[in-house]
Structure formats: C-alpha cells, structure tokens
T-cell receptor, first 118, second 114 residues
Framework: AQKITQTQPGMFVQEKEAVTLDCTYDTSDQSYGLFWYKQPSSGEMIFLIYQGSYDEQNATEGRYSLNFQKARKSANLVISASQLGDSAMYFCAMREGRVTGGGNKLTFGTGTQLKVEL | ETGVTQTPRHLVMGMTNKKSLKCEQHLGHNAMYWYKQSAKKPLELMFVYNFKEQTENNSVPSRFSPECPNSSHLFLHLHTLQPEDSALYLC?????????????FGSGTRLTVV
C-alpha cells in the first residue's frame, strides 16, 4: 500500500483564488512528520511547510497552510491568493518514527501539477 | 542559491560510458541523500549517508556507486547504465536529528542514457 497518496494529478486555479491540494498518508507510527514541497520546472524541490504528528495547531507559513486531520490521516495543503508563480508540481512527504541517527528518510507521493491561470 | 549544488545540470551518456554526478552542500548538514525522480513516479530514495557513513542502500543496482568523502560532498558514480536509468537525480541534505526540518534539495542532474 502506498504510504503517501495524492489523488489529484493536475489542478487548475484562477489567480488570487485559494486552492487545496489533497494528501492522505498511511502509518502505524505515533510520531511522524508531514512535509510539502514545491518543484518548479527548474527541477529543485523547495520546502514549503511542516506538520508534526503531535502539533496541536495546523501549520501556517505565509500563504501556505496545512489542514491536518489526524483521525482521517490527511494533510492537505491550502494555498491562499494564488499567484502565477505558484504554478509547479507539489509533493507531499512523510517522515515516520522518531528522528534518530541515520537520516530523516522521507517518503514522497506522486505529486500534483498545479496551474494558476489569469 | 539553495545551499545544495549539483553538477552537471544535464548529462547525456552512452550505455558504455562512465560518469559521475557531484553534490555539494554548504549548510553544515550531516546527512546527505540521493533520490531518483522518473516521470509519473514518486521520488525513489537511493542512498543515505549520515556523517559520511552509508546508512541506506535501497536495493540500488551496482551500476550506481555512491561515494561520500566528507559530510559536505556526495558523488554518484555511473557505469554501464541502461536507458531506463534516464531520470532526474536529486541530491539533498538534512540536519539530523531535527524534527522539523525536511531536506534541502539541489536542482538536480537530468540524466539521459542513450
């Protein structure tokens, strides 16, 4: 079974509108972290936002917020006031278990291609 | 400037060639990673190095050979590759242990095997 599922291969949004990108995850760990990354056509992966499994409040970073519903195992990314520069591929990722020596291994979803239109 | 630099940005190689990808980070991170990104597939973790020691080899074929001489540099040596190895190869680093940080990625090397 996939650990990270992104069911929207492509999304369109009009400039200045808000958009929600879906992400569901599967883990039996109690301690885990959820990440969203943006990948423009240039190829680099840009870290956007982080949500810890024990965080009581939803994470926010500027125009990005994470709608974390633990019981439903979903971690949707909300982008408010979309801009043309937001057009990119967006990946949801999860780090399972406690952080220990050995590196923070992240498992990624297949991504959602977002296109912002005028 | 992302802090993680990958060279070259693009590489075309024949199946009998030997080439190397280079990754360098100036962030003081202690863990470094190689990921493979193929079209329409999730990123695939290939190798993990923590304090220069390899801690993960995700069943990668031996035609990919990593090298980590120090915590700032990571190489991926390539030889006798197959056309299906064509992909974007991403290097990343992280500060470990750190709960809230993910990876800092480089811009990747787009590899085409002909």
């Amino acid at each position: 079974a996939q650990k990270i599922t992104q069911t929207q291969p492509g999304m369109f949004v009009q400039e200045k509108e808000a958009v929600t990108l879906d992400c569901t995850y599967d883990t039996s760990d109690q301690s885990y972290g959820l990440f969203w990354y943006k990948q423009p056509s240039s190829g680099e992966m840009i870290f956007l936002i982080y949500q810890g499994s024990y965080d009581e409040q939803n994470a926010t970073e500027g125009r990005y917020s994470l709608n974390f519903q633990k019981a439903r195992k979903s971690a949707n990314l909300v982008i408010s006031a979309s801009q043309l520069g937001d057009s990119a591929m967006y990946f949801c990722a999860m780090r399972e278990g406690r952080v220990t020596g050995g590196g923070n291994k992240l498992t990624f979803g297949t991504g959602t291609q977002l296109k912002v239109e005028l | 400037e992302t802090g993680v630099t990958q060279t070259p940005r693009h590489l075309v190689m024949g199946m009998t060639n030997k080439k190397s990808l280079k990754c360098e980070q100036h962030l003081g991170h202690n863990a470094m990673y190689w990921y493979k990104q193929s079209a329409k597939k999730p990123l695939e973790l290939m190798f993990v190095y923590n304090f220069k020691e390899q801690t993960e080899n995700n069943s990668v074929p031996s035609r990919f050979s990593p090298e980590c001489p120090n915590s700032s540099h990571l190489f991926l040596h390539l030889h006798t590759l197959q056309p299906e190895d064509s992909a974007l190869y991403l290097c990343a680093s992280s500060q470990d242990p750190s709960a809230r940080s993910g990876y800092t990625f480089g811009s990747g090397t787009r590899l085409t095997v002909v």
